[in-house]
Nanobody, 122 residues
Framework: QVQLVESGGGLVQAGGSLRLSCAAS????????MGWFRQAPGKEREFVAA????????LYVDSVKGRFTISRDNAKNTMYLQMNSLKPEDTAVYYC???????????????WGQGTQVTVSS
């Protein structure tokens, strides 16, 4: 089992920045990749970004490329999402997930955090 705890959400004006954190504990040695997903009210959950834990290779959805940066700190078992130039359409509950190659290939995570709210005002 892997436990994931997100933090760092909040309310920010358009154009502002936030940094989300996802702390992992438990059987983290088996983690292949971690990622961020988001779900806005009335919409389906959407993939945002992912990182392969060993290599640091990253993947982003087109709508956040150039604005969001995913990173990890191996020593702290923590993943981050630096979000710059935020837009109202980025408003959503952001979830972190961890899992195997399926997280990269099919956007399916094995373990999920509880989510953190990000609200961007116009």
């Amino acid at each position: 089992q892997v436990q994931l705890v997100e933090s760092g959400g909040g309310l920010v004006q358009a154009g502002g920045s936030l940094r989300l954190s996802c702390a992992a504990s438990g059987r983290t040695f088996s983690t292949y990749a971690m990622g961020w997903f988001r779900q806005a009210p009335g919409k389906e959950r959407e993939f945002v970004a992912a990182i392969i834990w060993s290599s640091g290779s990253t993947l982003y959805v087109d709508s956040v490329k150039g604005r969001f940066t995913i990173s990890r700190d191996n020593a702290k078992n923590t993943m981050y999402l630096q979000m710059n130039s935020l837009k109202p359409e980025d408003t959503a509950v952001y979830y972190c997930a961890s899992g195997g190659p399926e997280l990269i290939l099919t956007r399916r995570g094995d373990y999920w955090g509880q989510g953190t709210q990000v609200t961007v005002s116009s």
